[in-house]
């Protein structure tokens, strides 16, 4: 079965710092994959997805950036964070070959707090 | 255009009551409308979703009606329980688009014993 595995659960950093959340499915090849936020009391924002390794979308110009080095790891970066950089992140990964095409699997999301 | 409203931000509903929770939009090339379920700390979950060639898909107690012609589908929990207490997200995406989910704002919802 497919799992994705995202971490750290929980994050305090100051403003100013670097960031790096990592994410990695298991039980799939070449799928999806997806970086959402969540403010506070708000709905979850896409970031960026990637379609393949090395292949980056963005959707809104902000502070941060995406990686996908590997078939089934994405990174989420900030060389310098901002206050408004908190919220809640979510890593997803969709299937792209087989199975329930549309369907998104979230990971358990990492909280971040930016002091 | 690429937006999903959502409301009502926040419900309370007694037990055995029913939830309702609907949301708009506006792009008519959108073609899957699913719901997800979000418990605190936890990542959204898929709950039921719809495809607009119907008109209403129920699942247990969790039934999505959509109107086609007026841009809006809606989520109606019957019977609600203190377990379903959550927060539900609709969303929209269109399969020329690689799929991309649209999210809604989303809707706590406490259901009180």
């Known amino acids: 079965s497919q799992t994705i595995h995202q971490w750290p659960a929980t994050l305090v950093q100051p403003v100013g710092s670097p960031l790096s959340l990592e994410c990695t499915v298991e039980?799939?090849?070449?799928?999806?994959l997806y970086w959402y936020r969540q403010a506070a009391g708000r709905g979850l924002q896409l970031l960026f997805y990637?379609?393949?390794?090395?292949?980056i979308s963005s959707e809104v110009p902000q502070n941060l950036s995406a990686s996908r080095p590997q078939d089934r790891q994405f990174i989420l970066s900030s060389k310098k964070l901002l206050l408004s950089d908190s919220g809640f992140y979510l890593c997803?990964?969709?299937?792209?070959?087989?199975?329930?095409?549309?369907?998104?699997?979230f990971g358990s999301g990492t909280q971040l707090s930016v002091l | 255009q690429q937006q999903v409203k959502q409301s009502p931000q926040s419900l309370i509903v007694q037990k055995g009551g029913i939830s309702i929770i609907n949301c708009a939009y506006e792009?008519?090339?959108?073609?899957?409308f699913p719901w997800y379920q979000q418990f605190p700390g936890k990542g959204p979950a898929l709950l039921i979703a719809i495809r607009p060639d119907v008109s209403e898909k129920k699942e247990g107690r969790f039934t999505i009606s959509f109107n086609k012609s007026a841009k809006q589908f809606s989520l109606h929990i019957m019977d609600s329980q203190p377990g379903d207490s959550a927060t539900y997200f609709c969303a929209a995406s269109n399969s020329g688009s690689s799929y991309k989910l649209i999210f809604g704002s989303g809707t706590r919802l406490l259901v009180r014993p």
């Open positions: 039980g799939t090849s070449n799928p999806n």
């Open positions: 792009n008519t090339a959108f073609d899957y």
């Open positions: 997803a990964w969709r299937p792209k070959a087989t199975g329930p095409r549309e369907k998104l699997f």
């Open positions: 990637s379609v393949g390794i090395g292949q």
